[in-house]
């Protein structure tokens, strides 16, 4: 084990992609993920930390904090208490080690009730949407083999990172490769306003669903304007931190990306989907590169989304969980106890 605290423990396993997952900023293959568990009463509750450097967060930082943050988890059904005592201890960032330790507390009270997530908390049993599956960063030919095997395996939507020297032409060989695809695109901030202007003809003429972050995160007025002349909606990830930024974006964008880690956990995320959807706001359930128990959280969350991108786990050589069933891009929503998943 890397730490204890209590009845909390946590172990880092280092995580692997099947190829390189590249994005403008970066291409990686290995992703440290801090799976924590709650011991109690005879019943184990587990969350996983996926840290983010692009939100003040590392495999280090991760390793440092949870010592401090571990102790707030005194008692799993105390939600509220539980927020309170993390954000008293840091006020400011970790949310991905806060994450994992709300998700430990659900799991163990939804197990301890012998219910999943999601009907512990009340929401729609519905189906789930379909699942995005990304085409990351690499070489044009490279970039057309992966739409051209995911589109033959089935999956209905691909969403394409861009953010290169060749992006019209990325565009254009993905729709060639997969035409009867829906076809996202995110930018991950990566365009100057001038290029984004340019793009929006290219994403429109391609049919595109929508585009994700194409300018910086702090460029609200840019994003206000691209807004106002794009056919193509517009959706905030990078934007978006806290629950609070919500109220802000909704004058800059068509929709936000909820993930479970930038957010603070599965109940912040759940506070930040109400919020958007009271200022009109679409919703993507969206995830980092984890692990089936990081996926499972927030498909728990994804049915009552317009869109999902929960393919993080799909991405794995080494997925450490097993549970989750996956028919190309659809998720059925799971029904075990707890996030319905489990190690093995």
């Not at 512990?120 to 490279?142: D, H």
């Not at 807004?227 to 959706?235: E, F, L, T």
């Not at 128990?293 to 009552?304: C, D, V, Y």
């Amino acid at each position: 084990m890397d730490g204890v605290s209590g009845a909390v423990t946590w172990e880092t396993r280092e995580l692997h992609t099947a190829q390189p997952f590249g994005i403008a900023r970066w291409t990686h293959s290995v992703y440290p993920r801090t799976f924590v568990t709650l011991d109690a009463g005879g019943v184990r509750g587990q969350g996983e930390s996926a840290p983010n450097a692009f939100y003040g967060e590392t495999g280090a930082t991760v390793q440092a904090v949870l010592p401090l943050l571990a102790g707030a988890l005194e008692d799993p059904w105390d939600w509220d208490g539980l927020r309170a005592r993390l954000d008293a201890r840091m006020p400011q960032g970790h949310p991905s080690v806060k994450c994992a330790l709300e998700m430990a507390a659900l799991d163990w009270c939804a197990r301890s009730a012998g219910l999943p997530v999601w009907r512990l908390l009340g929401l729609s049993p519905g189906a789930l949407p379909e699942s995005s599956y990304t085409v990351s960063i690499a070489a044009l030919p490279e970039m057309r083999r992966q739409a051209r095997e995911a589109a033959a395996r089935g999956h209905g939507v691909l969403k394409v990172k861009l953010g290169t020297a060749q992006d019209e032409q990325i565009v254009a060989a993905l729709r060639e490769e997969a035409p009867e695809a829906a076809l996202r695109v995110d930018a991950n901030a990566a365009w100057s306003r001038p290029q984004a202007r340019r793009m929006l003809g290219v994403l429109e003429a391609a049919g595109v669903e929508f585009v994700e972050q194409p300018l910086a995160a702090g460029d609200l007025e840019g994003h206000a304007a691209l807004r106002g002349v794009s056919a193509v909606p517009i959706v905030a990830d990078e934007s978006l931190h806290h629950v609070s930024d919500i109220v802000a974006l909704a004058g800059a964008f068509d929709g936000v990306n909820l993930k479970l880690a930038k957010l603070g956990g599965p109940l912040r995320a759940l506070e930040a989907l109400r919020l958007a959807r009271a200022h009109g706001l679409g919703v993507m359930m969206g995830c980092m590169i984890e692990s089936s128990l990081g996926i499972a959280a927030a498909a728990h969350l994804a049915g009552l989304c317009d869109w999902a991108d929960l393919d993080g786990a799909l991405l794995l050589a080494d997925d450490p969980y097993r549970g989750l069933e996956w028919t190309a891009g659809h998720l059925a929503r799971p029904q075990g106890a707890g996030w319905g998943v489990e190690a093995g």
